[in-house]
C-alpha cells in the first residue's frame, strides 16, 4: 500500500500545483501507469487418484503498471494495453478427503488446514480497450471504460507438506471495467488516477497424475499514470495571434485555443475593449457569434461554438455591458474565416466575433 500512497500524493502534488487549462488535444496518445493489484482469494480444486479436495488460496498485495498506446477521437477514445501483475501466494487453507499414502495406508481426511506454500501468480495482459470521457470544459475530466483481450499467466507453486510443486503457463480470455478521472496539465498532458477491474475465465490443467481447476481469477488494480497526446494535426503557429481586429463594423475577434471554450488572459483584454467601445458609444445591440474550426462532428462543434460565444457574453456583463443587449448564437464550423479541409485545425477559425449595432 506504500506504493499506492506514493503514487495518489504525487499526482495530488501535481492536481494541485497547476492552474486550470484548456481542454485536452485530439489524436494519437501515449501513456503509463503504476500502482498495486489486489488480487481476490481463488479457489483451486484438486482431483487426485489419492484423494479430492480443494485448496482456499490468498495472494499478497503487490506492484502492478501499464502502457498503452491509443486514439483519442473526443468524448470517444480508445487504445491498446499491456499491463503486468505478480502476485505471492500468501495465506492458503486445504481440506481434502481421505488420504492414500499408499496401498496400506490411508490418512483421515481434514478440513480447512493452513498449509505453507510458496509461489506466485504471473500474469500479462494485452488488452483492446475503449473509454467515454465525460467532458465538462473543465481540466478535470472523469472517464469509464472497458476492453477485453487476453492474459498471459504463470502460476508457480510449491508446497511441501501438500505434496504439491507445479510450474504452468496458460493464456486466458480477460475482460476489465475501468473508472477514473484525468487532469490536463496542459491540452496535450495529463495525469489520472484510475480503478480497474481485471478478470479471467477458469484455468485447469493436470501436474503428473493430478488435476487442479481454478475458479476465474480477478483483480482490483488502482492505477496513477500520465497520458502525452501528440496531436499531429494541429497547425503550426498556435494559438493564433490574439489581436482585436477592426472591420469597420466596430468588430472585435476573440480567439481561442483548441477545443477550448476557456478565455485567456490576452482573450479577456478584447472582451474588456469590446466592452469599454460599446459602453462608450452607447450600443443598442452587440451580436456575439461563437465559431470552431473543421477539427470534430458538426454537432459536436456546434456545441462548442455556443459555448464559446456564451463564455464572451459572461465576460461582456461582467464588464459592465447589460446583458439585454447581447444576442449570442454558435455557429459551428460552417463559416470559417480561413476556408479549410474537413480535419483540418486553423486557429483562426477558433473564435467569437463581437460586433456593435
Not at 227 to 243: L, R
Not at 299 to 323: F, I, K, T
Amino acid at each position: 500500500m506504500k506504493i499506492l500512497a506514493l503514487c495518489a500524493a504525487g499526482t495530488l502534488a501535481v492536481l494541485l500545483a497547476t492552474p486550470g487549462m484548456a481542454q485536452q488535444a485530439r489524436g494519437i496518445y501515449l501513456g503509463a501507469g503504476a500502482g498495486v493489484n489486489l488480487r481476490q482469494d481463488q479457489r483451486w480444486t484438486i482431483d487426485d487418484p489419492r484423494t479430492d479436495g480443494h485448496a482456499d488460496v490468498g495472494f499478497d498485495t503487490a506492484p502492478a503498471g501499464n502502457i498503452y498506446i491509443g486514439y483519442d477521437f473526443g468524448a470517444i477514445r480508445a487504445d491498446l494495453e499491456g499491463s503486468f501483475r505478480q502476485n505471492d501466494i500468501g495465506t492458503t487453507r486445504l481440506s481434502y478427503d481421505s488420504f492414500r499414502l499408499n496401498r496400506f495406508i490411508t490418512v483421515p481426511g481434514a478440513d480447512d488446514v493452513k498449509v505453507n506454500v510458496k509461489g506466485h501468480e504471473r500474469t500479462i495482459g494485452l488488452m483492446a480497450n475503449v473509454y467515454y470521457d465525460f467532458e465538462f470544459g473543465s481540466p478535470f475530466v472523469p472517464y469509464v471504460g472497458g476492453g477485453i483481450g487476453v492474459g498471459f499467466n504463470n502460476w508457480k507453486v510449491k508446497a511441501k507438506d501438500a505434496n504439491i510443486d507445479f510450474d504452468y503457463d496458460s493464456p486466458l480470455f480477460a475482460y476489465q471495467g475501468i473508472a477514473g478521472v484525468s487532469y490536463y496539465i496542459t491540452p496535450k498532458l495529463a495525469v489520472n488516477v484510475e480503478y480497474r477491474y481485471f478478470g479471467e475465465t477458469d484455468a485447469e490443467f493436470t501436474s503428473g497424475d493430478t488435476k487442479v481447476k481454478l475458479d476465474a481469477p480477478a483483480h482490483h488494480t488502482i492505477l496513477a499514470g500520465v497520458k502525452y497526446v501528440f496531436d499531429f494535426g494541429a497547425a503550426s503557429g498556435e494559438p493564433a495571434p490574439e489581436t482585436p481586429v477592426d472591420t469597420g463594423q466596430r468588430s472585435y475577434l476573440v480567439f481561442f485555443d483548441f477545443d477550448s471554450s476557456r478565455l485567456t488572459p490576452e482573450a479577456r483584454s478584447i472582451v474588456a475593449s469590446a466592452a469599454t467601445d460599446a459602453l462608450r458609444g452607447e450600443s443598442t445591440r452587440i451580436d456575439v457569434t461563437g465559431h470552431t474550426d473543421r477539427s470534430g462532428t458538426d454537432a459536436y462543434n456546434q456545441a462548442l461554438s455556443v459555448r464559446r460565444a456564451e463564455a464572451v457574453r459572461r465576460e461582456l456583463v461582467a464588464d459592465g455591458v447589460a446583458d439585454n443587449l447581447i444576442i449570442v448564437r454558435g455557429v459551428g464550423e460552417s463559416d470559417p474565416l480561413v476556408p479549410t479541409a474537413d480535419g483540418v485545425r486553423e486557429p483562426q477559425n477558433r473564435r467569437v466575433e463581437i460586433v456593435m449595432n
